[in-house]
């Protein structure tokens, strides 16, 4: 059990606040081998795109290696980092989107391992605004 003390420790969230900006600098660059590196490189690593399901590395690497990158002008309108002990946390950021009619929303959960902080899991969605 994680103690109320553990939740949102001022250097965890620094960490992952950190990494989460390298992972959108590499994605604004579409620098396929660094967003490829943030992720858990395991079989049962999980990121669930606007248009796909990529079940393990392999996967996620394929779809990176074939995608196109974003549009220019993406911005993120709020981010929240959550993290729970020392060796896992949990971001969930809203962005918009300029090809899109919609608010975009990302999820991400951050995991400690011994190469660093990696995304073990991942949900990118649109919310279509009425």
Sequence with gaps: MIGD??????AVLAQVRAEFERYEQA???HDVA????????RADTVRFGL????YGIEAIRWFRSHTAPIAAGRALLRTVITSFGDDLAC???EFLDPSAAAVGRQTQTWVRVSSGWRIAAA???LLVQN
């Design 5 to 10: 003390a553990a939740i949102n420790r001022a």
């Design 51 to 54: 248009s796909e399901h990529n």
């Design 91 to 93: 971001v969930a950021a």
């Design 27 to 29: 994605l604004r660059a």
């Design 123 to 125: 949900h990118v969605s």
């Design 34 to 41: 660094a967003l490829n590196e943030f992720f858990l490189a």
